[in-house]
């Protein structure tokens, strides 16, 4: 065995454990206000829904009282929430978006 026979120790590469960011729903919330066809109109400008699927959606929340509209990373939930509060608001409408953890 020569001099430069020396054992090398394997390089471990220790990668660090990153906790999966949480996903947010946004969810839609029934009131007795707003128009069936504003809340259609919501949901496709700000969660580019088609028609139908928007109608759905609607339909669910104003039944069962509330809908999961997407589910999504916390920044991309508080602003489309917010931007569908906003836009409702302006045009003098009380209709409500909540976000919360995904389980
Ligand atoms: N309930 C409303 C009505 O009858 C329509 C509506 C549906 C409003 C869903 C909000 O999240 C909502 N005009």
Do not use: Q, W
């Not at 400008?45 to 028609?51: G, P």
């Not at 699927?53 to 990373?73: E, F, I, N, P, Q």
């Amino acid at each position: 065995m020569s001099d430069n026979d020396v054992a090398l120790k394997p390089k471990t590469k220790v990668e660090p454990k990153l906790d999966k960011p949480k996903l947010y729903k946004v969810i839609l919330v029934n009131d007795d206000y707003t128009p069936r066809e504003f809340v259609i109109a919501i949901l496709k400008i700000v969660f580019r829904m088609s028609e139908e699927t928007g109608y759905r959606v609607m339909m669910t929340a104003h039944k069962l009282g509330s809908c999961v509209v997407v589910v999504c990373a916390k920044d991309i939930a508080e602003t489309k929430a917010k931007e569908g509060i906003d836009l409702a608001k302006e045009m003098g409408f009380p209709l409500m978006f909540t976000t919360e953890p995904e389980e």
